[in-house]
């Protein structure tokens, strides 16, 4: 289901709806797709990123439905210029419709600057296949604190 040379995926990777789901969602961030991203998600999905209050979603209630989700989009991710996963295990039991995957990310601006977070990725799908929820836990300030300006 990895699609894109920017996701590193060093965990288990049997068959599991719930972690295909996540890879797709994955690679089309990575091709800065966000047609394909909402194919990834239900139409009444909801999406915390990170769980709590934030400067993507300052009541901290999460963004829901295809509407809450592309301006989630917008804010978060069209403004960063290059994404790159690395994804360092994975737990999704058998017969269980939810993941959640231990990772970093590493976003990079337009002028060359970046920064790393480190984080915790908890998806969950319907019987289609599809993100009903997704919990990303990270914490703004140490992400905030790996900025790197450009070199």
């Known amino acids: ?8 995926w060093n965990a288990p990777n049997d068959p599991h709806p719930a972690r295909a789901a996540s890879q797709r969602s994955y690679s089309a961030v990575a091709r800065g797709d966000l047609a394909e991203w909402l194919t990834v998600y239900a139409e009444d999905a909801v999406l915390e990123d990170p769980v709590g209050p934030s400067m993507f979603d300052p009541e901290g209630k999460g963004h ?5 989700i592309s301006a989630f989009w917008e804010k978060a991710i069209a403004p960063i ?4 996963f690395q994804i360092n295990d994975s737990f ?3 017969g269980s419709n939810t993941c959640a995957n231990i990772g970093r990310i590493r976003t990079s601006f337009a002028d060359g600057s970046h920064t790393t977070t480190d984080l915790i990725m908890v998806y969950v799908v319907d019987d289609d296949g599809r993100v009903k929820s997704m919990k990303a ?4 300030d140490r992400t905030m604190a790996s900025f790197t300006a450009a070199g």
């Open 1 to 8: 289901m990895i699609t894109s040379d920017a996701i590193v």
């Open 92 to 94: 999704a039991n058998p």
């Open 64 to 68: 829901h439905g295809h509407a809450g």
């Open 137 to 140: 836990f990270w914490e703004p």
């Open 81 to 84: 210029a290059t994404f790159e």
